[in-house]
């Protein structure tokens, strides 16, 4: 009976529920900061509430063409920020509504970023600013999972082990807590993670379900290249990558050419329109130091100006800190969320041990689009940064280049060769519970920061609460149910899909075989 039993449960298919356990997986992200907890929040909620022509409701007309008169809470908001001793009490006391409001020229007002992400958003602005800044964030996870589940019923069944493998090794600590942020990053993410596989998917079917993944792979791109400059740049890469992959002749239709086409407008289209794109291309100046990350501030590489050649030295050996930080070694929030070595030494682990696996497939090709993609990572930042005379560690941050480490880690998972590209059972649920492990512990952390500041550390974070969410569920029961989440995420992944998307678990094809014995 117990067998019997044991056989059944081992035999249902639990990949229909994922969509569910990811909503409440970023859900309790969503939940673990307050509003403002993202970098340049400030800047980036008040470009929210002022993306329509101003009314005087949530966004007034300024004194000059560059100001505007907006919400006090909406620059208030990160009143905790650098401060990570701190908790978010400090909200409660300015309070959440567009009263009173203030001048700033902090703001989207002369068109540095794309419009797209602020337009959207600002369906959601209302009069009560903590509300409507948890909408947006929930706007964004289902938009997320939405896409997510709608690529992968799109997709050939050999490429959608690709799309959530790619995902779930790259998401955590920072994915998951940009993708429940009010930050534009969120969209970049999404549109640049997901339009190259939908474009790769679009170039191997036909019919119905080609004409689904170009729709997939345009909308993708409108939303990575109308959220920041740098999406579309890396939008145009991730086509690219795909085109160079898949090369031959029995691709040069009008259907192929149309798709690209069409995305290279969208995206050049909005580049040139926004001053982020040659604010890069200039460089960035007036460096800040970042705060965390490796425990705390990053110096300065020297008192004095540095020589060109010895800050580019500087810069190009210290590049791989960038990529680092997407596994955890900065902090999150406004990088003064330091978090411990167990998450970025699990992240990474994972991202590693996969990886090894992924370059055991390689052809030419792959490996020139790896290449490429590679010096992508590090060549944009170190010539942004000294450019501007800037160094790593300051101005450029981890999230703006994880959209191009979700595309690296998609590229490498791609099966170009008959040699097999899988993981055995132990192998899969190793990387799941290391993943796990990491997200419950940035999680909690994160939690920690906001709830009562770092001076006050224990695993219990229902005591001693200095700022929650307002008659909502207790912080721990967010943090269990989140962490339970992910990890259902993690372990189904695990067991019924593999990096080559085949669908059929040991377990079943022994089942299989004895059936058929």
Request: hydrophobic letters at 50%; one cysteine or more.
């Amino acid at each position: 009976m117990l067998s019997n039993s044991l056989s059944r449960l081992k035999s249902v298919k639990f990949l229909k529920f994922v969509p569910f356990f990811l909503i409440v997986a970023l859900g309790a992200w969503a939940y673990a900061s307050p509003i403002g907890s993202s970098p340049d929040d400030d800047f980036h909620l008040t470009s929210i509430w002022c993306a329509q022509p101003t009314t005087d409701q949530i966004c007034g007309p300024g004194t000059t063409a560059a100001t505007r008169t907006v919400p006090e809470i909406l620059l208030q908001a990160p009143c905790y920020a650098y401060k990570p001793e701190l908790s978010a009490a400090c909200l409660d006391k300015i309070g959440y509504s567009t009263e009173p409001t203030v001048l700033t020229d902090r703001g989207n007002f002369a068109g540095g970023y794309p419009p797209v992400f602020y337009t959207v958003m600002n369906l959601f602005a209302g009069d009560d600013v903590q509300l409507s800044a948890l909408i947006m964030r929930f706007v964004n996870i289902f938009l997320f999972t939405g896409l997510m589940t709608l690529t992968f019923l799109a997709l050939p069944k050999n490429r959608r082990g690709v799309l959530l493998w790619s995902w779930m090794l790259t998401s955590i600590p920072l994915g998951a807590f940009l993708l429940a942020s009010n930050n534009p990053s969120a969209w970049a993410m999404i549109g640049v993670g997901i339009s190259w596989i939908a474009f790769l998917g679009f170039i191997e079917t036909s019919g119905k379900q080609r004409v689904l993944l170009g729709v997939i792979t345009l909308f993708t791109i409108l939303i990575a290249a109308g959220s920041r400059a740098d999406g579309a740049v890396y939008s145009v890469i991730g086509l690219g990558a795909v085109i160079l992959l898949k090369f031959r002749k029995s691709i040069l239709n009008w259907r192929i050419f149309s798709i690209f086409a069409a995305a290279l407008i969208v995206c050049g289209l909005f580049y040139l329109n926004s001053t982020q794109g040659t604010s890069a291309i200039n460089g960035f100046g007036n460096p800040v130091t970042a705060v965390g990350g490796f425990g705390g501030e990053i110096e300065n590489v020297s008192k004095d100006t540095p020589s060109t050649f010895a800050l580019l030295a500087f810069n190009v050996l210290n590049a791989p800190m960038l990529w680092e930080g997407t596994f955890g070694s900065w902090g999150l929030g406004w990088l003064d969320t330091d978090l411990p070595s167990i998450v970025y030494l699990g992240s990474l682990a994972a991202f590693v041990a996969i990886a090894f696996i992924g370059f055991g497939n390689l052809n030419k090709r792959k490996m020139l689009v790896l290449a490429g993609i590679g010096l992508a990572l590090w060549v944009l930042p170190v010539y942004v940064l000294t450019k501007g005379g800037s160094h790593i560690g300051t101005e450029v941050q981890p999230r703006y280049l994880l959209p191009l480490i979700i595309l690296f880690a998609g590229i490498l998972l791609v099966k170009v060769r008959e040699k097999e590209l899988r993981l055995t059972r132990g192998q899969a649920y190793l990387v799941a519970i290391a993943l796990s492990i990491a997200n419950f512990v940035s999680l909690h952390f994160n939690m920690r920061r906001y709830i009562t500041g770092i001076d006050s550390m224990g695993w219990n974070l229902n005591q001693s609460v200095e700022w929650w969410w307002s008659g909502f569920i207790p912080p721990m029961a967010v943090l269990l149910i989140g962490s339970i989440g992910f990890a259902a995420v993690a372990v189904i992944v695990a067991r019924e899909i593999n990096l080559d998307g085949s669908t059929t678990s040991p377990s079943l094809k022994r089942q299989v075989a004895l059936d058929h014995g």
